[in-house]
């Protein structure tokens, strides 16, 4: 079946400019993710939905950064005013929720370039 | 200290090899485990979760160590397509939320 897919794969924007990053889940996955990975850099969480609760968003660091899930499946990263600093790849991953911990499924990532 | 660490490396490795990487975790309420594998510049992909009582994969080994907070991972006749970044990942205990490690990179030489 389909995995995570995102859009767009790469996308270069000037400082200042807003930016939405999209994924779309694995079908039936009730869980999304949405992570940072800078160059040569671990995984940054910076939000989390899962079904109907309220998105746990203490990763996102700071007000220019919002994300919303529609109908539980598509969800939308938005960076306002982006900054060098975002600069990043941002992964988003899906999963199912289990007793045994939940396998995430990442999507390919969307390559941010803010120049 | 951070939540989840890991030794960056590189750890390089003939062929045929066997190499174990450690990951130390700071949450004691922790209680999901999981070893990630990451190529250069791709998504990670789950390489295998990590039980109680340890368990096998073919040449991957993985066991938890509750007392220390840590767990490991060995691999087995080192094969060069084993060469990525394996990334250590641990749930914050009693949340859905999963933190990463920075990632071990292992490079398997012919």
């Known amino acids: 079946g389909a995995g995570v897919s995102q859009s767009p794969s790469n996308k270069v924007t000037e400082k200042g400019k807003d930016v939405e990053l999209r994924c779309d889940p694995i079908?039936?996955?009730?869980?999304l993710y949405w992570y940072r990975q800078s160059l040569g850099q671990g995984l940054e969480f910076l939000i989390y939905?899962?079904?109907?609760?309220?998105?746990?968003k203490s990763g996102l660091p700071s007000d220019r950064f919002s994300a919303e899930r529609t109908g539980g499946s598509v969800s939308t990263l938005t960076i306002q005013r982006t900054q060098q600093e975002d600069s990043a790849v941002y992964l988003c991953?899906?999963?199912?929720?289990?007793?045994?911990?939940?396998?995430?499924?990442f999507g390919p990532g969307t390559r941010l370039t803010v120049l | 200290r951070k939540e989840v660490e890991q030794d960056p490396g590189p750890f390089n490795v003939p062929e045929g090899a066997t190499v174990a990487f450690n990951c130390t975790y700071s949450?004691?309420?922790?209680?999901?485990f999981f070893w990630y594998r990451q190529d250069c510049r791709k998504e990670p992909k789950l390489l295998m979760s990590?039980?109680?009582s340890g368990n096998e994969d073919g040449r991957f080994t993985a066991q938890l160590n509750r007392a220390s907070q840590y767990i490991s991972l060995l691999i087995r006749d080192s094969k060069l397509s084993d060469s990525a970044t394996y990334l250590c990942v641990v749930n914050r205990g009693g949340t859905y939320k999963y933190i990463f490690g920075t990632g071990t990179r292992l490079k398997v030489l012919a």
């Open positions: 939905f899962q079904g109907n609760s309220a998105p746990d």
């Open positions: 949450n004691s309420a922790s209680q999901s």
């Open positions: 079908s039936g996955h009730t869980a």
């Open positions: 990590v039980y109680s």
């Open positions: 991953a899906s999963s199912l929720v289990t007793g045994r911990g939940n396998e995430q499924f």
